[in-house]
Nanobody, 122 residues
Framework: VTLVESGGGSVQVGGSLRVSCAAS????????MAWFRQAPGKEREKVAT???????TYTNSVKGRFTIYKGNAANTVFLEMNSLTPEDTAMYFC?????????????????WGQGTQVTVSS
């Protein structure tokens, strides 16, 4: 399974960005998908998850501002980010997991993309 992120960039405070994840290989619509982020000097943080039934979860700091959703094309996942703040500056990673394990929110993820940088400036 290969995950490729795109769509990162620089934006001013209050702006919006959408990052994309294209998955290929032995993956199907029964997998959990997620977005993580990691800022310099900080631990990796789970931002949002989406289940095979499109159940979504978000970390508290992005609730109401970010939306995770699947695209019409097979195996694509997006993260729409609005009202961005400098605290959202990080490398954003797409992740996927297809094991019969825990919920999409709680599980460890097996496959990772290389990441796309999001920078929010004031």
């Amino acid at each position: 399974v290969t995950l490729v992120e795109s769509g990162g960039g620089s934006v001013q405070v209050g702006g919006s960005l959408r990052v994309s994840c294209a998955a290929s290989g032995s993956i199907n619509n029964r997998w959990c998908m997620a977005w993580f982020r990691q800022a310099p000097g900080k631990e990796r943080e789970k931002v949002a998850t989406i289940s095979p039934l499109d159940i979504t979860t978000y970390t508290n700091s992005v609730k109401g501002r970010f939306t995770i959703y699947k695209g019409n094309a097979a195996n694509t996942v997006f993260l729409e980010m609005n009202s961005l703040t400098p605290e959202d500056t990080a490398m954003y990673f797409c992740a996927a997991d297809g094991r019969p394990a825990d919920t999409c929110e709680k599980r460890e993820y097996t496959y990772w993309g290389q990441g796309t940088q999001v920078t929010v400036s004031s």
